[in-house]
């Protein structure tokens, strides 16, 4: 340690390694990663500082006060000596924890949590006045990010896109089972493979393969439990006609040879295999 300057009650100007320089077990001051890489590069560039860290001369050495960062970026530089404003009256340990509050808060921000964990170590009633730090408004503390952590509650979200008129008449259903509703529906999840097992009924009995169809047609049984008609404009479900979907291989055996013939014969296209179920409806109409 070199002393280049005593600039009067109790400080010095002195050049110290960096080596020697001891920071503070805690320390409240926090600068993110690219203002310290420049803060590093400008330090490389121009081979100093231009803002002495301030230090207190104690029975542990040089204890840095303010400029924790800047001591680091110059360590990071490469530098082996800086120069630094020394205190050497023998401050309390109370003393310096309030310096190092008062600088911090005289410019930038600080991790609260930090800064009340440091301002709760000083006993001296003064010195926590020194320190700068208003108590009198609430600290925000800073929102900690969890992850990993497994909660005893089963939670299943599921994120369904409507078009618009499947979403009207979905609405409209939810609108017949209760009178409050919103955008988001929650459920017990007790019910979630009763749900599941009725999606599933229902998208194979009415060959429908998109969810949102399958609510669709769902909400159309459900208005019309409630007494409300809802049809579809271009064509109707087998599954309204017949009661089923499905109909047993024999016989869907027997109608495949039928259509086949039919279309043969010209009595009902490639393109319109429906004609077939129309031909048998007419003639049955008629008393064929």
């Known amino acids: 340690m070199e002393q280049l300057l005593d600039l009067g009650n109790g400080l010095r100007i002195i050049k110290a390694s960096i080596d020697d320089i001891r920071e503070q077990d805690i320390n409240a001051r926090q600068m993110n990663k690219n203002m310290f890489d420049r803060l590093v590069a400008n330090i490389k560039r121009d081979g100093r500082l231009e803002s002495l860290p301030f230090c207190a001369i104690t029975e542990k050495g040089i204890e840095l006060i303010s400029g924790h960062h800047r001591v680091r970026a110059a360590r990071s530089a490469g530098m082996n000596e800086i120069i630094v404003i020394a205190d050497i009256t023998d401050m309390s340990r109370c003393k310096i924890m309030s310096k190092q509050l008062a600088h911090n808060t005289l410019q930038g921000d600080d991790n609260q949590q930090i800064v009340k964990q440091i301002y709760d170590m000083i006993e001296d009633a003064e010195e926590r006045l020194a320190a700068f730090v208003d108590y009198d408004t609430e600290i925000k503390y800073d929102i900690a990010k969890i992850t990993n952590v497994s909660v005893d509650m089963d939670i299943k979200t599921i994120l369904i896109a409507f078009l618009a008129y499947e979403q009207e008449v979905f609405e409209r259903a939810a609108e017949k089972i ?24 229902t998208s194979k009995e009415y060959d429908i393969r998109a969810m949102s169809t399958t609510l669709y047609k769902m909400s159309e049984i459900t208005l019309e439990y409630f ?13 309204d006609l017949f009661g089923t979907a499905y109909i047993p291989s024999e016989a869907a055996h027997v109608i495949r040879q039928a259509i086949e013939k039919m279309q043969k014969n010209g009595v009902i296209t490639k393109a319109n295999k429906w004609q077939f179920i129309e031909y048998l409806a007419s003639d049955y109409l008629a008393g064929k």
């Open 178 to 201: 209760t009178e409050k509703y919103d955008e988001i529906y929650l459920a017990d999840i007790k019910y979630a493979e009763l749900f599941k097992s009725a999606l599933n009924r």
């Open 227 to 239: 007494g409300e008609e809802q049809k579809d404009m271009e064509r109707e479900a087998l599954r």
